[in-house]
């Protein structure tokens, strides 16, 4: 099947760079050269940057332009999917947006599931009143999750493929865990969490290896153990509750929203020459 949206190889690198300096953004204050304990602010330059490289990828995605039945498809996923953060919003860790995101991504393709991942989330973030700094990161990220949904194996099937998109979902779970976590925690001071010796801050010019064994157990403690893993269960039990119902929904919505094939005219179709009715002369 015809993936929702195309990717061109142009599209592909574009959107190969973006994603690179997306996590450049997150990573780079692990790579930050600066004597120890100096104090680092928060980046709002890349801040700024962050929308403007996922606008260019959008625009990028959407160069052909868009199907007005996908473009519909996109708008319905995105209201529902807002909606469902607005029902869910995190509690605990109990979030529903990420299943969806998953099962229309491994639908429409990598391309569909970034554009609904960025879209979704900043529908969801305008009901919700979750517009801050966070936001551009967390665009990136829930598009990151679509557009890993929608490169898995296309020859799985039935249960398996059931089995390997709730997999996919812990996974994603985690994963978006661990970046939210690094885009905040070098900017929080003094952490300390209970039970725990010794602080869990950020040590700007710190060996990188100390600072990501610090972010490990600051992560592990307060976000892995608890949330993270009550969205990791909630996303495998509603994709292998609600996946398979859902993924025959949008797979016939796929069906009648992309053309597959080339209308070819046939004879009886063709227009008729002006020679056609005249009376042959006699000979």
């Not at 995605?61 to 996908?70: A, M, Q, S, T």
């Not at 602080?199 to 610090?214: D, F, Q, R």
């Not at 269960?233 to 919505?253: D, F, H, Q, S």
Request: proline letters at 8%.
């Amino acid at each position: 099947m015809r993936a929702a949206v195309r990717i061109a190889p142009r599209s592909v690198v574009v959107l190969a760079v973006a994603s690179f300096a997306g996590l450049m953004m997150l990573c780079w204050p692990l790579l930050l050269r600066v004597p120890e304990g100096t104090r680092v602010d928060p980046p709002f330059l890349f801040l700024m940057l962050l929308p403007v490289v996922i606008a260019v990828v959008l625009a990028e995605l959407n160069e052909g332009g868009l199907d007005p039945r996908v473009l519909a498809i996109l708008g319905v996923l995105s209201a529902v999917n807002a909606v469902l953060r607005g029902i869910s919003p995190g509690t605990a860790g109990v979030e529903l947006t990420f299943f969806l995101l998953v099962l229309a991504g491994r639908v429409f393709g990598p391309g569909f599931g970034f554009v609904l991942g960025c879209t979704s989330l900043f529908a969801s973030a305008l009901m919700t009143a979750g517009v801050g700094p966070w936001m551009p990161y967390q665009m990136l990220c829930f598009a990151w999750v679509g557009m890993g949904a929608g490169l898995l194996p296309r020859r799985v099937t039935g249960r398996r493929e059931i089995a390997m998109l709730a997999a996919y979902g812990v996974v994603a779970a985690y994963a978006f865990g661990i970046l939210m976590n690094l885009s905040g925690w070098p900017f929080i001071l003094g952490i300390q969490v209970p039970g725990h010796e010794g602080p869990l801050s950020y040590v700007a010019g710190a060996p990188v290896v100390e600072n990501l064994k610090t972010f490990a157990v600051y992560t592990l403690l307060t976000s892995t153990g608890s949330w993270d893993t009550v969205r990791a269960i909630t996303n495998a039990v509603a994709v292998v509750v609600l996946g398979p119902a859902i993924l025959t929904t949008l797979r016939r919505a796929s069906r009648r929203a992309t053309v597959t094939g080339v209308v070819v005219p046939t004879r009886s179709s063709a227009p008729a020459s002006p020679d056609a009715g005249a009376p042959r002369p006699r000979r």
